[in-house]
């Protein structure tokens, strides 16, 4: 394959900044290079240096004066749930019954899984995420055309079929035997396929019985490498419902715990309301906190303690995402946007260089994947995402006055969409210019 030179300002993570001043947690080259071959990065930093390693006929693409970043990572979101996004519900459970689950009810159709995957990957493309951890429906078709999808995108992806069996309507229930079949026949058929791995997927301990909880619990045995994806505590009413499902049980996270879902590849969508008890469960086992920001206020779910979760004397893990469709935007730009404000609400600060942080490396960490994704080092994929921060006419005015690479990173955050995203390659390959 042939070589591909990319020229810019490279930007990549090499550990969480301590604070704004910490310029040795990242690297930074103002004209920087990127050598790319069969799909991996195989030289980066210099451009005069990187460049003199290119063979003669190597494509070169200057994208000075923008910024090339690892391609964003989000860690929570709904396949399905395309249109549900911006639906109008007083709260979570009100949202399911009325919109995702009649929605999510289309997906045994195969036609339609397929239609849609294909506008799923579209708009992940156009906002620079170059992988993400998805649910799919309860209809291993959802789950066919979401890897089927990921395979002829070549993107590296993380999905499941969800695994429900009561408290939804006939058409998104399964059973224990088929929840624990079908998942099994995914993980056969697609995990290791081209980039994609299958995640176990409960949907929450709401939608299955105990008898369906013990039928993940042995995938989770049988398949001890793969992620497992859930959701807990996100909502006041949902943390009762469940708590009154599982008496027997010592809180929400104890009932995942009984059935040995908690590792340091589960990740807990939302984590809003957990109990001190519950936080160092998580933190013992290594276990990761979604936080989804605009999923959060605008289901009015409450307020995700970033910082303390992470400051406390057993920290627990960190990711973020956009959690369509109760998220209300694709973009991790305006996902971070959120969180920003939301630790401002808390009396706290999320400094950018934090925000981009939590989208690369940061994601790919709470991913167990942080050697392959994340970041512009050698030997990784060539995931990236380019940025200009002058991407609209506010925008551009706003660059006149920027000095610094933060200021430069916090005004993409604050006013930055799909429109900032120059292009997107996917292992190597420029994906946003060809949608």
Not at 154 to 179: E, F, S
Not at 411 to 421: E, F, K, N, S, V
């Amino acid at each position: 394959m042939t070589h591909t030179l990319l020229r810019g300002r490279l930007l990549s993570f090499l550990r969480a900044p301590q604070d704004l001043g910490d310029t040795r947690s990242y690297l930074y080259e103002s004209d920087g290079g990127l050598l790319i071959k069969d799909g991996l990065i195989i030289a980066c930093g210099a451009y005069d240096k990187v460049s003199a390693q290119a063979p003669a006929d190597a494509r070169s693409v200057d994208h000075r004066p923008h910024l090339i970043m690892p391609g964003f990572i989000d860690m929570h979101l709904h396949f399905p749930q395309m249109q549900v996004i911006a639906s109008y519900a007083a709260n979570l459970l009100e949202w399911l019954n009325t919109y995702t689950f009649p929605e999510e009810c289309r997906f045994v159709e195969s036609d339609h899984a397929q239609r849609i995957a294909g506008h799923f990957y579209d708009e992940l493309v156009r906002h620079g995420t170059t992988t993400a951890v998805a649910y799919c429906s309860v209809h291993k078709t959802s789950a066919d055309a979401f890897f089927a999808e990921a395979l002829k995108r070549n993107m590296r992806m993380v999905g499941g079929k969800v695994m429900m069996d009561r408290n939804a309507p006939q058409g998104l229930l399964d059973t224990p035997q088929m929840g624990y079949d079908e998942t099994r026949q995914i993980i056969s058929e697609w995990h290791g396929k081209g980039r994609n791995h299958v995640a176990i997927t409960p949907r929450f301990a709401i939608t299955s019985t105990p008898a369906q909880m013990e039928a993940t619990q042995a995938l989770a045995r049988e398949f001890p490498d793969l992620h497992i994806q859930t959701h807990l505590s996100e909502n006041h009413d949902e943390i009762t419902f469940t708590c009154e499902l599982y008496p027997e049980a010592i809180d929400y996270t104890d009932i995942y715990a009984r059935y040995g879902l908690l590792g340091d590849k589960t990740l807990f969508g939302h984590c809003i309301h957990l109990s001190d008890r519950e936080a160092d469960a998580m933190s013992e086992a290594g276990s990761v906190a979604v936080h989804c920001p605009t999923s959060n206020l605008f289901l009015g779910s409450g307020i995700f303690p970033l910082k303390s979760l992470a400051r406390r004397q057993k920290p627990v893990r960190i990711g973020v995402a956009t959690d369509i469709g109760g998220g209300s935007s694709y973009s991790m730009l305006r996902t971070m946007d959120e969180a920003y404000k939301i630790q401002q609400l808390l009396g706290e600060r999320l400094n950018p260089l934090e925000s981009y942080y939590c989208m690369t490396l940061g994601n790919a960490r709470s991913l167990s994947l942080a050697d392959r994704i994340g970041t512009l080092d050698v030997g990784s994929d060539a995931d990236i995402v380019v940025l200009n921060a002058a991407a609209t006419p506010a925008m551009a005015l706003k660059m006149e006055v920027v000095k610094t690479l933060p200021e430069e990173l916090f005004l993409l955050q604050t006013m930055g969409d799909d429109r900032a995203i120059v292009e997107t390659y996917v292992a190597g390959v420029a994906a946003k210019s060809a949608i």
